[in-house]
């Protein structure tokens, strides 16, 4: 999954570069600044006073010493001054430079804590707005593997307008699923029913419904034969050559339907290009319904489009799964974000869309 929204101390990522919230300096300071310091060792600081310092919205870049990743990105953020001073470009500036950085030194994964939504005031909801847009604009370009790291009580505050919609949805359809549905015919309380008469009145209404199905079974088959003949057919046909395409070979033609490539698929989909690759050249390829969902999203396909390509999976939608209900309420509402998807998912404590 090229994009990741993950709760963790970013001095324990095992990435190749952890991207710094740095002040100026780049001498340390306090927040996650001074915790990597302190992970990292004095050998940090001492490589920081060598760079002269850093402009916002800009990075530079130092070896990581005693963390576990290679490389510390040191960006500094703006400070927040209600949002007329340039700050949502100098921010988005932090991201791009860095993830520009990162990939010139062949890091392949880059973990970013929410620049200046600390001690710089930048409020949290828009800082994860900037940080998820400017990491997926790049996303759609390069291939990267991106974490977005929430630290300790930061709560992903949900730029999801339907969050509610979403947890009365799922009450509902967990209603259904659990059987608030009318309950089944109840059978006659005994002693009441009158066996002879109404063991009659039934023999004869099955006798009605048999001759009906069979009337109705005529003319379908007087259809279906005038159907052969006419250009129907084609159509006939060609839903027949999909009811055995396999997943890999129905993904590949609404693809090409959309017009899309490939590359812009797997990436809108924020699935690995590795992955698209098996995918590709395996016609048998058994994706996870997380992938499914993912392309469905990234197709824009509606509900009973992608009740098919689940099909073609081996999946089918589950109304006793979160998950499933999430992806469900969005694709019935056209809303096919899957960043909003995953930031709903992501409350819920469920995995995200797309895959690695
Ligand atoms: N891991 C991940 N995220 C962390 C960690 C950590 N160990 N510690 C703090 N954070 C989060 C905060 O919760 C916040 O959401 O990092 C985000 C950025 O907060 P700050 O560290 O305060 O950074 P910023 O708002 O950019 O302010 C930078 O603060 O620490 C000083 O020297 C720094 O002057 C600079 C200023």
């Known amino acids: 999954m090229p994009f990741q929204i993950v709760r963790n101390d970013i001095t324990r990522m095992q990435v190749d570069a952890i991207v710094n919230a740095a002040n100026s300096s780049l001498l340390g300071g306090g927040g996650v600044d001074g915790a990597i310091h302190a992970a990292a060792g004095p050998e940090l600081r001492a490589e920081c006073a060598t760079l002269g310092g850093c402009d916002v919205g800009e990075a530079k870049i130092t070896a990581a010493y005693r963390l576990p990743a290679k490389y510390v990105i040191h960006t500094v953020g703006p400070i927040w001054r209600g949002g007329g001073n340039g700050e949502r470009e100098l921010l988005t500036a932090c991201y791009r430079n860095a993830l520009a950085l990162a990939e010139a030194n062949g890091c392949e994964t880059v973990a970013f804590p929410l620049i200046s939504a600390g001690a710089y005031g930048y409020p949290e909801s828009q800082a994860v707005a900037v940080a998820e847009e400017t990491i997926r604009a790049y996303l759609m370009e390069h291939d990267l593997t991106v974490y977005l790291v929430l630290y300790g009580p930061t709560e992903l505050p949900t730029r999801s307008r339907v969050l509610l919609e979403v947890l009365r949805y ?42 009906a199905r069979e009337k109705a079974r005529r003319q379908v088959y007087a259809a279906a034969d005038e159907a052969m003949a006419t250009p129907l057919m084609a159509a006939v046909e060609e839903l027949l050559k999909r009811t055995d395409e396999g997943f890999s070979a129905a993904l590949l033609r609404l693809i090409d339907e959309r017009g899309m490539t490939d590359a812009q698929a797997y990436r809108r989909a924020n699935v690995d290009r590795r992955l698209f690759s098996k995918i590709r050249s395996n016609p048998d390829y058994r994706p996870s319904k997380s992938t499914v969902f993912a392309f469905a999203v990234a197709l824009r396909l509606t509900l009973p489009e992608t009740e098919d390509l689940l099909r073609k999976a081996g999946f089918a939608f589950s109304d006793a799964s979160k998950s499933d209900l999430v992806v469900k309420f969005f694709l019935e509402r056209h809303l096919w974000d899957i960043d909003e998807i995953n930031e709903v998912l992501y409350q819920f404590d469920l995995p995200l869309l797309g895959s690695l």
Do not use: C, L, Y
């Open 170 to 211: 799922i009450g509902w359809a967990r209603q259904a699923a659990a059987g608030a549905m009318p309950a089944p015919m109840a059978p006659p309380p005994a002693g009441t029913e009158d066996r002879p008469r109404r063991k009659r009145e039934a023999e004869q209404a099955i006798r009605v419904e048999e001759a």
